[in-house]
């Protein structure tokens, strides 16, 4: 009886273990970019594309991972096609690595005009080998599970009030900064290309230093141990601020995001993704923006 007794939770134990395992899937990756995909290869900088289909278990939506070369560095893309019409493709890291050592990374991907969103887990066993797991939530899926997102991340919508905590512990509000222009940089210490960009953020926020109209603030998820110690050898100028569950869904699991607020409290400017010239790109649209606004500012006034 006693042996049974031990056999019965070893069984149990066992069973959802496997059911845990099974809700991986494994895939090779093969050479080139899908049928589907192939109308935007025109318009991307890359070379050397690989890619795998992964299962999603409906006919509407296929998700495709691979990796691709930009000269002599390896990256990582994920795409989406819904009904056949390509709907998405981003470049992304693999930076993360779990107990075993492989690298790994949880991405969301946002379609329909970031209306809908998909998760999941990727898994790099080798340099041709995957394993991934849809996400709901926090959960594995075996399964894709569509998300519907109740406040997109776009331009001209209203940027909502969030609430972080600043370097030094103090809480603060997005919504103090009303009648400023807010600069925002969503990133992680372990995002290559978030480490990339500070540099050239780092040299339009010091054009701005003695304006007190425009705020730089840079938002993450990281603990706050790690960017104490990630500050101490790099520099990055930006006010700190550390994302709680509500801010992190808003995000989402892409980085780097950059957005400018205008005083109005509105998104004027947002970029997805690493792109070489993106502080150029927020530095002229900032320009631009504060020049009109001031303008509009002095129109009132006479």
């Known amino acids: 009886m006693a042996k049974l007794l031990f056999i019965v939770p070893f069984l149990f134990f066992f069973s959802c273990n496997k059911n845990e395992k099974d ?23 890359f070379s050397n594309y690989t890619y795998a289909e992964l ?3 409906t006919d509407s939506i296929q998700v495709f991972f691979g990796s691709f070369m930009q000269g002599s560095e390896r990256g990582f893309w994920v795409g989406l096609a819904s009904n056949n019409i390509p709907g998405h493709f981003n470049t992304l890291s693999l930076e993360e690595v779990d107990s075993l050592d492989y690298r790994t990374k949880d991405i969301d991907i946002n379609f329909n005009e970031d209306r809908n969103r998909v998760s999941l887990r990727i898994i790099e066993i080798d340099s041709l080998t995957i394993r991934f ?7 594995l899926s075996e ?15 209203k940027f909502p009030v969030l609430n972080m905590e600043s370097m030094n512990g103090e809480e603060f509000s997005t919504n103090q900064f009303k009648d400023k222009f ?25 054009k701005y230093n003695d304006n007190g109209n425009v ?12 960017i104490t110690d990630f500050l101490k050898t790099h520099g990055f100028i930006y006010e700190m601020a550390f994302a709680d569950q509500e801010v992190r869904s808003f995000f989402g699991n892409s980085y780097p995001v950059n957005l400018i607020i205008d005083p109005g409290g509105k998104i004027t400017y947002l970029s997805k993704g690493a792109h070489s ?13 504060m020049e009109a606004y001031n303008s509009n500012k002095i129109l009132l006034k006479e």
């Open 23 to 45: 809700k991986y899937n494994q895939e090779k990756l093969s050479e080139g970019l899908p049928e589907v995909l192939k109308s935007i290869e025109k318009d991307l900088p």
């Open 55 to 57: 299962k999603s278990g």
């Open 215 to 226: 705020r730089f603030i840079a938002i993450t998820d990281d603990p706050k141990s790690r």
């Open 277 to 289: 010239n993106t502080p150029r790109e927020i530095e002229n649209s900032l320009k631009l923006q």
């Open 143 to 157: 399964n894709l599970v569509l998300k519907e997102i109740e406040k997109p991340l776009r331009k001209e919508i």
């Open 133 to 139: 797991s849809w996400l709901d939530g926090n959960e």
């Open 182 to 206: 807010i600069v925002i940089n969503w990133w992680a210490t372990w995002c290559k290309p978030c480490r990339e960009e500070i540099p050239g953020l780092n040299e339009m926020a010091e």
